[in-house]
């Protein structure tokens, strides 16, 4: 059997549906023998908020909870319910909310609803100074305009995207993060490869997700995805693991001065 894999610093899976786990608990214990300790927890619906603060109650400090209304909810959603829920001291971060063009998205929840309720909580993240995490397919154009008036003030993660090198360099100007999990292991990625060839400094903005909603990843996904990671980059996995944390910590504003900027490649 796999033993644990121990780290100086506490390393995030920053996009996942935690609360969709038949077990959490095992879900956990199977993430940390990977490394993979803390867990940015994310609600589709106002309606999950109770599942959130039931983990937040088991795990304590390992799970941040995420609060937000995801593109193919955006009809049914609530300002009043969603500014309420804000309120609670548990609430870390806003998402997963963002843009979706699919025709099955758009069929249930309009571009234009989708646009409305999304400038509400990038406003509200902005306001209340919190993390967002953003999903986006096919409307990148859109949701540059609703992010370029914040001119990179705002904290917010793309999770999950494959991006293109100038959509890359039109995120990163905005000052963003972006999450990669199942990317990491598909052949021919766009964004790895964009990131590879044109910025030397990108990396920065690199965070790990898993997106699990439920569906069984592989027992050593986490492992794999850091593998990819590391080796793509020609980073030392101690440095990557490293480097990882920090950029989870100035995600959420958390201070940075328990890691070294040392480079161990």
Same mark, same amino acid.
């Given at each position: 059997?796999?033993?644990?894999?121990?780290?100086?610093?506490?390393?995030?899976?920053?996009?996942?549906?935690?609360?969709?786990?038949?077990?959490?608990?095992?879900?956990?214990?199977?993430?940390?023998?990977?490394?993979?300790?803390?867990?940015?927890?994310?609600?589709?619906?106002?309606?999950?908020?109770?599942?959130?603060?039931?983990?937040?109650?088991?795990?304590?400090?390992?799970?941040?909870?995420?609060?937000?209304?995801?593109?193919?909810?955006?009809?049914?959603?609530?300002?009043?319910?969603?500014?309420?829920?804000?309120?609670?001291?548990?609430?870390?971060?806003?998402?997963?909310?963002?843009?979706?063009?699919?025709?099955?998205? +758009? /069929?249930?929840? #309009?571009?234009?609803?989708? %646009? &409305?309720?999304?400038?509400?909580?990038?406003?509200? @993240? $902005?306001?209340?100074?919190?993390?967002?995490?953003?999903?986006?397919?096919?409307?990148?154009?859109?949701?540059?305009?609703?992010?370029?008036?914040?001119?990179?003030?705002?904290?917010?993660?793309?999770?999950?995207?494959?991006?293109?090198?100038?959509?890359?360099?039109?995120?990163?100007?905005?000052?963003?993060?972006?999450?990669?999990?199942? +990317? /990491?292991?598909? #052949?021919?990625?766009?964004? %790895? &490869?964009?990131?590879?060839?044109?910025?030397?400094? @990108? $990396?920065?903005?690199?965070?790990?997700?898993?997106?699990?909603?439920?569906?069984?990843?592989?027992?050593?996904?986490?492992?794999?995805?850091?593998?990819?990671?590391?080796?793509?980059?020609?980073?030392?996995?101690?440095?990557?693991?490293?480097?990882?944390?920090?950029?989870?910590?100035?995600?959420?504003?958390?201070?940075?001065?328990?890691?070294?900027?040392?480079?161990?490649?």
């Amino acid at each position: 059997m796999m033993g644990p894999v121990e780290f100086n610093a506490p390393l995030y899976d920053m996009h996942l549906h935690l609360h969709a786990a038949p077990t959490p608990e095992r879900y956990v214990q199977a993430a940390t023998l990977q490394g993979v300790t803390h867990f940015a927890c994310m609600s589709a619906t106002l309606t999950e908020l109770p599942h959130l603060i039931a983990l937040k109650q088991q795990f304590g400090r390992q799970v941040r909870l995420f609060v937000g209304c995801h593109p193919q909810w955006a009809a049914s959603f609530s300002p009043q319910d969603f500014y309420q829920a804000l309120r609670s001291p548990f609430i870390a971060g806003i998402g997963e909310c963002g843009l979706d063009k699919r025709p099955t998205v +758009l /069929a249930v929840a #309009p571009l234009e609803v989708q %646009l &409305k309720v999304l400038k509400l909580q990038l406003q509200a @993240a $902005f306001d209340f100074d919190l993390p967002v995490s953003i999903h986006c397919v096919k409307a990148h154009n859109e949701l540059l305009s609703l992010l370029r008036p914040y001119q990179g003030k705002l904290r917010f993660c793309l999770h999950g995207v494959n991006l293109s090198t100038p959509l890359l360099d039109a995120y990163l100007k905005l000052n963003a993060y972006i999450s990669i999990g199942k +990317l /990491a292991l598909e #052949p021919h990625c766009a964004l %790895l &490869k964009s990131i590879q060839e044109r910025y030397s400094d @990108a $990396f920065c903005k690199i965070l790990l997700e898993s997106d699990y909603a439920g569906k069984l990843l592989g027992p050593h996904f986490y492992q794999q995805v850091l593998t990819s990671l590391a080796t793509t980059f020609k980073l030392d996995c101690n440095y990557l693991h490293a480097q990882l944390a920090r950029h989870s910590q100035e995600f959420f504003a958390d201070g940075i001065s328990f890691l070294s900027s040392t480079r161990t490649q």
